[in-house]
């Protein structure tokens, strides 16, 4: 029964070291994506076609 408590407490603190290591890089501007949201407008509506289609596109007009 004792080593349940002892894997409680262990498990607590690792839970609690993640947790603060999370605040300090939220807090540092470790997840700030300040690039994406001015470009993201302009590539929402852009399709991608795969290679071949396009060869094929390509070679059926000539």
Do not use: H
């Not at 997840?31 to 470009?39: F, K, L, M, N």
């Amino acid at each position: 029964m004792s080593v349940i408590y002892v894997l409680l407490a262990i498990s607590l603190v690792v839970a609690i070291i993640f947790f603060v290591a999370f605040i300090v890089s939220v807090r540092q501007g470790q997840y700030d994506d300040a690039y994406t949201p001015s470009v993201r407008m302009l590539f929402e509506d852009e399709l991608v076609k795969p290679a071949k289609e396009a060869e094929n596109k390509v070679k059926s007009k000539e």
